[in-house]
């Protein structure tokens, strides 16, 4: 499951979707998902996408609005908004300390 959530991170990743692949009903795969991984599956989905766009900011290789998208954002501000929730600095930012180090 892990991996067809990681294959999707660009894009929507429903929990319909989600459970569909798991041959689960919503309701059963939410449960199961977060009683295996201690959250939900949409946190789960937006951690592994903040993840994703702090590897690729780090990396450096792509403008920020590309980052942006191969994580599944809509936009630049929508990364650099979830980017705030996590207590962290503004992509360019992340970017920038990534290239001090």
């Known amino acids: ?7 999707r991170l660009d894009g929507a990743v429903s929990l319909s979707d989600l459970a569909e692949a798991a041959c689960l009903s919503e309701f059963h795969f939410a449960r199961m998902f977060k009683a295996s991984f201690g959250v939900s599956p949409h946190a789960w989905v937006m951690q592994r996408r903040l993840e994703r766009a702090r590897q690729g900011l780090a990396q450096g290789r792509f403008p920020l609005d590309d980052v942006a998208r191969r994580c599944g954002y809509a936009h630049l501000s929508h990364l650099n908004a979830a980017l705030k929730r996590a207590g962290l600095a503004s ?3 992340v970017r920038d300390a990534a290239r001090l180090r």
Do not use: D, N
């Open 1 to 7: 499951m892990i991996e067809c959530i990681e294959t």
């Open 91 to 93: 992509a360019a930012m």
